[in-house]
């Protein structure tokens, strides 16, 4: 006859949880990468897209830079914010221009 334990041999590790919390973190600052430098022409390429993506309405997929990591968004663009340098998505997202990265249409 098998005889487990149960949940009573997982009771060592218990002790272990409060430092989760600092090894996720430690392993969240270590994957972070530094922004991607972008050249005139990729610059001027994403800005023509931008453009064409607000007047057609066409769905975009943008590959952002936040927090130390890409991130990616596709939504359609509902207002351009040359002022404050910001675009603000159909699905309520907010970016800013410099943390834009590429733009795939």
């Known amino acids: 006859m098998h005889n487990d334990r149960g949940i009573i041999k997982w009771l060592p590790f218990e002790s272990l949880?409060?430092?989760k919390k600092v090894i996720d973190s430690i392993l969240y600052e270590k994957n972070k990468m530094q922004k991607?430098?972008?050249s005139l022409e990729q610059q001027q390429e994403i800005e023509e897209k931008l453009v064409e993506a607000f007047y057609e309405?066409?769905?975009?997929?943008f590959k952002?830079?936040?927090n130390g990591y890409?991130?990616?968004i596709t939504s359609s663009i509902l207002?351009?914010?040359g002022t404050y340098?910001?675009?603000i998505?159909?699905?309520k997202d907010t970016i800013l221009f410099s943390q834009i990265i590429e733009i795939m249409l």
């Open 17 to 19: 949880t409060p430092n």
């Open 36 to 38: 991607p430098i972008l």
């Open 57 to 61: 309405q066409i769905e975009i997929t």
């Open 64 to 66: 952002i830079y936040k």
């Open 70 to 72: 890409i991130k990616t």
């Open 79 to 81: 207002e351009i914010d």
């Open 85 to 87: 340098k910001k675009i």
């Open 89 to 91: 998505l159909k699905n």
